[in-house]
């Protein structure tokens, strides 16, 4: 089973997934995630996370506990971690669900410009295949084996 992907323009052609990322008592909200095997964290932009995290904009940067900060490409970011629910959706089972921590990245003038990354906390569960020569994003689940 697997999830495809394409290359999105927002992102400069680069490879994304599309994803519904929810947290508890909240909706799910519709997300494009880059791509970025560079990524050890899964991170949403401050637009992504205001659409899905209910009480973003009242989150405490100077005081959480659970604040972070990681160095990337578009510099240096400060996070809250929250626990969530990224829903992928296979043309042939249904529903993918990764559980697990997400990031949310602090809302400043620079962040808004950052896409929302899938990171390998995430990408190391499937199998990644990326062509752009035969225009192919794919994320593979192996299913277990019949009787074991």
């Keep these: 089973m697997s999830i495809a992907g394409e290359f999105h323009a927002e992102f400069g052609s680069a490879p994304a997934v599309r994803g519904r990322v929810s947290f ?30 209910p009480g973003y904009a009242d989150l405490d940067w100077a005081r959480d506990h659970r604040l972070t900060s990681a160095r990337g490409v578009g510099g240096i970011c400060r996070m809250i971690t929250r626990t969530g629910t990224i829903r992928f959706f296979d043309d042939h089972v249904g529903p993918i669900h990764w559980d697990g921590p997400l990031e949310l990245i602090e809302p400043t003038a620079d962040s808004r410009a950052l896409p929302s990354l899938l990171g ?11 062509s752009k020569r035969e225009s192919l994003i794919s994320l593979e689940v192996q299913l277990p084996e019949p009787g074991v």
């Design 24 to 53: 508890a008592g909240a909706p799910a909200r519709r997300v494009w995630f880059l791509i970025d095997t560079g990524a050890a964290r899964t991170t949403l932009n401050p637009s992504d996370a205001e659409d899905a995290f």
């Design 120 to 130: 390998r906390d995430v990408l190391d569960n499937f199998r990644l295949t990326v």
